[in-house]
């Protein structure tokens, strides 16, 4: 089998990415198989003709790997590929939109509003923080609409914080979302499969000294993470059959992890959604596998040959 992993892009979270590939990469041809490690620049679409015959893998993070452009890309030249669909990528990409989508189905996600930078501008930044207050109880959590990897998110416990948070949001984007911030314990569930063939691995539960955010998360140190999470068996099964339900609705292909919050009324508050998670030493869903005694490598081989079908 010959596989091309693509990793790297131009995006905040290059570094996450190069690491997610090598890793890959590593476990792959520990599986016999062909493995080449590329960036998506002006070789790609050349190499995809060279190796017409290959998976391609893709591990980028952010906009250029999971906003679905890539994958229109991979449709277009007849790619046989790792992950979710272009269209349904639009759609998990955008958190409102998917925060929508799945609250159809019942799954609870925090209450939150969507404003552009613009809109600050035009009507008076004072302004909309008063409205945004008024309107929503703190602590909040401000991040941006579309992203991965915390980057931009902030826990806004006090007014005079808020501003700062709005600030440090619309350095990743010019939409932010400002979410109620639930309170309880942080779960990661990561998802394999597509359809009704979908299931979840064991859920990692998150303890972080501080906010767990892009530091925390790919720097050993400040985290303590339990796999299989510290929950009974109700509340084991609240948290994954959330995180399948999204997987399903949203038409999620391959692998994805889902962001939980678990509050005191043992509701499970869905966070974000990742279609492309990371898969770096540190990583979530490499934590979740081999919680549920899996090989790396198969689980990886799998994978690949199932996007090969």
Same mark, same amino acid.
């Given at each position: 089998m010959?596989?091309?992993?693509?990793?790297?892009?131009?995006?905040?979270?290059?570094?996450?990415?190069v690491?997610?590939?090598?890793?890959?990469?590593?476990?792959?041809?520990?599986?016999?198989?062909?493995?080449?490690v590329?960036? $998506?620049?002006?070789?790609?679409?050349?190499?995809?003709?060279?190796?017409?015959?290959?998976?391609?893998?893709?591990?980028?993070?952010?906009?250029?790997?999971?906003?679905?452009s890539?994958?229109?890309?991979?449709e277009?030249?007849?790619?046989?590929?790792?992950?979710?669909?272009?269209?349904? #990528?639009?759609?998990?990409w955008?958190?409102?939109?998917?925060?929508?989508?799945?609250?159809?189905?019942?799954?609870?996600?925090?209450?939150? $509003?969507?404003?552009?930078?613009?809109?600050?501008?035009?009507?008076?930044?004072?302004?909309?923080?008063?409205?945004?207050?008024?309107?929503?109880?703190?602590?909040?959590?401000v991040?941006?609409?579309?992203?991965?990897?915390?980057?931009?998110?902030?826990?806004?416990?006090?007014?005079?914080?808020?501003?700062? #948070?709005?600030?440090?949001?619309?350095?990743?984007?010019?939409?932010?979302?400002?979410?109620?911030?639930?309170?309880?314990?942080?779960?990661?569930?990561?998802?394999?499969?597509?359809?009704?063939?979908?299931h #979840?691995?064991?859920?990692?539960?998150?303890?972080?000294?501080?906010?767990?955010?892009?530091?925390?998360?790919?720097n050993?140190?400040?985290?303590?993470?339990?796999?299989?999470?510290?929950?009974?068996?109700?509340?084991?099964?609240?948290?994954?059959?959330?995180?399948?339900?999204?997987?399903?609705?949203?038409?999620?292909?391959?692998?994805?992890?889902?962001?939980?919050?678990?509050?005191?009324?043992r509701?499970?508050?869905?966070?974000?959604?990742?279609?492309?998670?990371?898969?770096t030493?540190?990583?979530?869903?490499?934590?979740?596998?081999l919680?549920?005694?899996?090989?790396?490598?198969?689980?990886?081989?799998?994978? $690949?040959?199932?996007?090969?079908?």
């Open positions: 010959d596989v091309i992993i693509l990793a790297g892009g131009l995006s905040h979270e290059r570094d996450v990415s690491r997610s590939g090598r890793r890959v990469a590593e476990e792959l041809r520990n599986r016999g198989m062909t493995v080449s590329h960036d $998506v620049d002006t070789n790609l679409i050349p190499t995809l003709r060279e190796h017409d015959d290959a998976v391609v893998w893709p591990l980028l993070h952010g906009a250029s790997g999971e906003d679905g890539l994958q229109a890309l991979l277009l030249t007849g790619s046989r590929y790792v992950g979710t669909r272009s269209r349904e #990528a639009r759609v998990a955008v958190k409102s939109v998917a925060k929508a989508v799945v609250a159809r189905d019942g799954v609870a996600t925090p209450d939150y $509003v969507t404003l552009p930078q613009s809109l600050f501008r035009e009507v008076g930044a004072e302004q909309v923080l008063d409205a945004i207050v008024d309107r929503f109880s703190l602590p909040l959590v991040k941006p609409a579309r992203g991965g990897s915390a980057l931009g998110v902030t826990l806004v416990e006090q007014r005079q914080d808020l501003a700062r #948070a709005m600030v440090h949001c619309f350095a990743y984007g010019d939409t932010a979302m400002i979410e109620t911030a639930v309170q309880g314990t942080e779960v990661a569930v990561s998802v394999i499969g597509t359809g009704d063939e979908a #979840a691995l064991p859920p990692v539960e998150i303890v972080c000294d501080g906010p767990y955010d892009y530091d925390a998360r790919y050993p140190g400040r985290v303590e993470y339990f796999t299989p999470a510290r929950l009974d068996e109700d509340a084991t099964r609240a948290v994954t059959e959330a995180a399948v339900t999204v997987h399903r609705r949203l038409g999620l292909r391959d692998l994805s992890r889902i962001d939980i919050i678990l509050d005191g009324d509701a499970a508050h869905v966070l974000d959604i990742n279609i492309a998670p990371g898969l030493e540190t990583s979530l869903f490499p934590q979740a596998a919680a549920h005694h899996e090989d790396l490598g198969a689980l990886y081989e799998r994978i $690949v040959l199932g996007a090969a079908s």
